[in-house]
């Protein structure tokens, strides 16, 4: 555990020139005495040692923001025994307040919540009243300590024309894999009006069961699957100790979704691929336990009990439907041919998910109807080209067998032929246009079409949306378990998914890194950013590509 | 094309008049005028306001165009055009996706339930038969064409389509009645169509003129290879294209490309069926007979308009019972009442449509043996924009606004002043793409 939280509080000053960046995070922070001794000292100060002091150890953050309101967040430590998970504490009033300056003059919003131990010293509030489309900054103030400053935006006025929107796109953020450079680009950029995280945002494993090929760049924290509340709170406030991802949490807002590793591996309704039931306690307790935290630690409209698939809209250019692929889901197909795939018995969305997915498309507010789609819908055939070698690690990647010329990942929208039929037959039956799915999940790079028709969409290219998937942060892909330098073998793969699957235009399965998707009422691209080497601290990041769908078309093609 | 008068008289029972004007190759242009209005002693002669400030508003109907049919690759000139002006890409036909009541939506700015025409084909409760809305007497609203006739200005029509020349009737100060129909589909060819709009702005100049092109439709209705290659689509968009060049050059050549708005757009897209997706609500009564009895069926492609005819006492159950039976159809993907639609008492008791890839076909099977269909809201989507020469509009702009063909008619009446209707209308003006 030592190790890990040196780790985190070594993190190299990035010297970024953006208008808000990690040196102005620390430097914000600095009448807080445990960040006062982390502007100074970043580079030797174990994080550990940080939060033990009182104050605001795990950054600020915001996320979900609407045209009157966004939710901010914070972690007070109000004595050095409150640490994250541990159950000990006072309770403590927190003061937060808003600004329209990252001078505190013109406050636009202010009040007091109070925290204790029954949601692990966590702060959300929800300013109302606050202007559409307008930047603000925020900060907490408690016992005597004075947080960061944040920054946020609140979304356009509902059917505001809009001329452009920008978020950084990210999912798969494996701290034992490497460290979170995607982030620090992100946070750097300074142009961003939202972050969407589309889930894998933590991971559940123990030390060495899942890191960087063989090596694991920097422990989990507590050195155990996490299976308990308190697991859950501790892994999430270790990776709240990430400078580079508190700079991120306090520049731009999120709006989040999970996948399974927030609760575990190929996690479904009744259980997960990664848990065992009884020597892991029950499933239910497990779940629970995972969403408490999550809705504790999360900068996010959630509370345990909800539902975490919402909507939300940034006046007429476009709204955000994020899902939840996993509390609903029936179990996943044993394998790629089990003629379970197709039952109409089994859902990935649930009823009550799925008819409030479609009746958002309908909508003629807005004009881009964005997904925040955890696992991937474009259906992806396994080819018949791969050697042997090939073959064993894609299903290593995927953690499925496969076979050639059939789904070749149970775990996503393929698994579950039945609700996608009833999304692509709603997008084709009453013309939906503009629908773009934004995906993460599968630790690759990807632009696809997503055919009205597979049969015939060789002929006629007639696609119903799009699908954008950005890769991993950190997590292992297709070279790492090849154990290949990126970029080589796996072109060949590459090569033959995408003859074997003529929708898809774009494929990387080697890169690590992070999306940026503009959106425009003329086009919506993204551009795929890729890091040099995750495990280096001061990796480099330089754009790879660009891809775009022009308005009405639902169609995918590489920018000029 | 030059442009001249050559016979200002017509020996016409009625009081219109007629002008026959010369046209490409040696052919002639016969146009009409409706009665009170006079054809200008010189046929080029400027009609209307000051020529240097006066803004010319053409609005141009692709009939049938898919909004993704429509690149620079396939379709260059219309492309450009677009990449020049202000689009809407999420624009959208509104019901029923038909020819006739979305020519009226734009004419009219208002819905179905207010003009009284909500798609091609109705039962005529009166005629106990159905029949297409062709009549000028089928249209209860007052009209661009007239309105603004009414205060001033003068328009014009330029429909390829024999039954928008029926339902538009003597409205437009000038019109052109569409020559030669093509047997089957009923409409004249485009080059025909351009020949007359280029020959009524050269003759007579209306301040307004509203045309249909209909080839782009007419041969998307009959491709057989509509649900692959759409070969014949395909020859159809580039045909009318270059149409659509041959006019813009025309205004430019002639002067009047910086006074001119251009509005493009379509009435409603297409969708391709195979033979096997055939939705026959005929046959899904046959079971019936006792409900099919007292059934009328106005088929619209996509889209089946069903008219209860027996009691009225026994009105809510069969209709219950029919809705149940029909909605029962895999291909049929909704029923609404018509007032959900706002389309009106003439639409009759139930409206189905049917998914993507199917059609209707009543009241026989046979019917309706085209594989290219509209009607249903798989055919929602259309191309939307404004361009021009004029200062007016805003050059390479793209909104999010979700324009309907309802709001052709409040856009140009707004820029011509001409005040709302009586009752306001049900569109949008489209003002941001525009300079105030």
Redesign the interface.
């Known amino acids: 555990m030592t190790q890990a939280r040196d780790a985190a509080g070594r993190h190299p000053q990035t010297g970024g020139m953006s208008p808000f960046n990690r040196r102005d995070l620390l430097r914000s922070a600095g009448v807080i005495a445990f960040a006062g001794a982390a502007a100074t000292t970043a580079h030797t100060q174990p994080a550990r040692a940080a939060a033990a002091r009182p104050g605001f150890a795990h950054g600020v953050a915001s996320g979900d923001p609407m045209p009157d309101s966004v939710l901010l967040w914070t972690r007070v430590t109000p004595t050095p025994e409150a640490q994250p998970g541990s159950g000990v504490g006072p309770d403590v009033q927190v003061h937060w307040e808003v600004a329209e300056d990252s001078g505190f003059l013109r406050v636009a919003a202010r009040g007091s919540v109070r925290t204790g131990i029954q949601r692990d010293h966590t702060v959300k509030v929800v300013p109302t009243g606050l202007r559409p489309g307008t930047t603000y900054w925020y900060r907490f103030n408690a016992a005597g300590a004075t947080s960061a400053t944040g920054r946020t935006r609140t979304a356009p006025a509902a059917g505001a024309a809009v001329d452009r929107l920008r978020m950084g796109v990210v999912s798969c953020a494996n701290w034992q894999a490497g460290y979170f450079s995607a982030y620090r680009y992100l946070a750097d950029r300074g142009d961003l009006d939202i972050v969407l995280h589309l889930g894998d945002y933590l991971y559940e494993y123990a030390p060495g069961e899942y890191q960087a090929r063989d090596v694991v760049v920097r422990p989990h924290d507590p050195a155990v699957e996490m299976t308990t509340l308190a697991h859950y709170r501790r892994r999430h406030a270790q990776y709240k100790t990430d400078l580079d991802l508190q700079a991120l949490h306090a520049a731009v807002p999120f709006v989040v979704t999970w996948d399974d590793h927030e609760f575990a591996n190929d996690a479904w309704s009744g259980g997960a691929e990664n848990h065992t039931e009884g020597a892991e306690g029950a499933w239910a307790t497990r779940r629970d336990a995972s969403k408490q935290a999550y809705a504790e630690w999360m900068p996010v409209r959630f509370e345990p009990g909800g539902h975490i698939y919402r909507r939300f809209a940034f006046g007429s250019l476009a709204s955000i439907s994020m899902l939840d692929l996993r509390t609903y889901r029936s179990q996943q197909a044993a394998s790629v041919v089990d003629p379970a795939i197709g039952s109409p018995a089994r859902t990935l969305t649930g009823d009550a998910q799925m008819e409030w997915l479609l009746n958002g498309f309908s909508s003629p507010a807005t004009q881009w109807k964005l997904i925040g789609n955890p696992v991937m819908i474009a259906p992806v055939r396994f080819p018949s080209t791969l050697s042997a070698r090939e073959v064993g690690a894609v299903e290593q990647l995927l953690g499925t067998t496969t076979i050639d010329g059939v789904p070749y990942n149970v775990d996503q929208w393929d698994g579950y032929t039945a609700d996608r039929s009833r999304v692509i037959g709603h997008l084709r039956d009453n013309a939906i246009t503009d629908a773009v799915f934004l995906t993460g999940d599968i630790h690759s790079g990807w632009a696809c079409d997503v055919p009205a028709d597979p049969l015939t969409y060789p002929f006629n290219g007639a696609s119903v949306a799009a699908e954008l998937v950005c890769t991993s942060v950190t997590s292992d892909n297709l070279d790492d378990i090849l154990g290949s330098p990126p970029r080589t073998t796996s072109l060949v793969v590459e090569e033959a998914f995408k003859a074997a699957n003529p929708h898809v235009k774009y494929l990387d399965f080697d890169s690590h890194g992070f999306s940026v998707l503009e959106v425009t009422p003329g086009a919506l691209r993204m551009d795929w950013y890729v890091l040099s080497e995750r495990t280096d601290r001061a990796a480099t990041s330089r754009l790879a590509t660009s891809w775009q769908v022009d308005a009405g078309t639902q169609s995918v093609r590489r920018a000029q | 094309m030059n442009g001249l008068p050559t016979d200002a008289a017509h020996p016409a029972a009625d009081r219109r008049q007629f002008l026959r004007l010369a046209a490409v190759g040696g052919a002639s242009v016969l146009l009409s005028a409706a009665a009170g209005t006079a054809f200008p002693a010189s046929a080029r002669a400027a009609v209307g306001p000051d020529p240097s400030t006066r803004t010319r508003v053409y609005v141009m109907v692709v009939d049938g165009c898919r909004?993704?049919e429509m690149t620079p690759r396939l379709t260059p000139r219309l492309a450009a055009l677009r990449a020049a002006g202000t689009?809407f890409?999420?624009a959208?036909s509104l019901p029923v996706m038909e020819t006739i009541p979305n020519h009226v939506m734009m004419m009219t700015g208002v819905r179905p339930a207010r003009s009284g025409v909500p798609a091609n084909a109705v039962y005529d409760r009166a005629a106990a038969a159905v029949r297409d809305l062709d009549r000028p007497t089928d249209l209860r609203f007052p009209t661009l064409l007239d309105r603004l006739r009414d205060t001033g200005f003068t328009t014009g029509s330029v429909l390829s389509k024999r039954y928008l020349f029926g339902i538009f009737g003597e409205r437009a100060s000038y019109r052109w009645e569409p020559s030669p129909l093509l047997p089957v589909t009923g409409h004249a060819p485009d080059n025909f169509t351009m020949d007359a709009l280029i020959a009524m702005v050269d003759g007579v100049d209306p301040d307004f003129v509203f045309t249909n092109l209909g080839d782009v439709d007419r041969v998307g209705h009959s491709d057989v290879t509509g649900?692959?290659?759409?070969a014949a689509r395909s020859a159809a968009l580039r045909s009318t294209d270059g149409q659509v060049g041959r006019f813009v050059d025309h205004l430019s050549a002639t002067g009047r490309w910086e006074s001119s708005v251009l509005i493009v757009l379509a009435d409603h897209?297409m969708d391709w069926s195979i033979p096997s997706n055939v939705i026959s609500v005929d046959q899904v009564l046959s079971a019936r007979p006792e409900l099919r009895g007292q059934i009328q069926i106005a088929q619209n492609g996509g889209a089946d308009l069903l008219y209860w005819t027996g009691p009225a006492a026994a009105r809510d159950a069969g209709l219950a019972e029919v809705r149940s039976l029909v909605a029962a159809h895999p291909g049929v993907?909704s029923i609404s009442n018509p007032a959900e639609l706002v389309l009106g008492p003439e639409a009759g008791d139930l409206v189905a449509f049917c998914?993507?890839?199917w059609r209707f076909s009543d009241p026989w099977v046979a019917s309706n043996p085209i594989p290219g269909n509209h009607g249903?809201?798989?055919?929602?989507?259309i191309p939307f924009f404004i361009s021009g020469g004029s200062p007016r509009v805003i050059r390479g702009a793209?909104?999010?606004?979700?324009a309907r063909t309802i709001d052709v008619a409040p856009t140009v009446g707004a820029l011509f002043g001409l005040a709302p209707p009586t009752g306001g209308y049900d569109g949008t003006e489209r003002a941001?793409a525009f300079r105030s």
């Not at chain 2, 249903?376 to 989507?381: G, L, R, S, V």
Request: aromatic share 0%; charged share 20%; net charge negative.
């Open positions: 909004p993704d689009n890409p999420g959208r649900t692959t290659v759409q897209s993907l998914r993507a890839g249903h809201p798989a055919t929602e989507p793209v909104l999010s606004e979700p941001a």
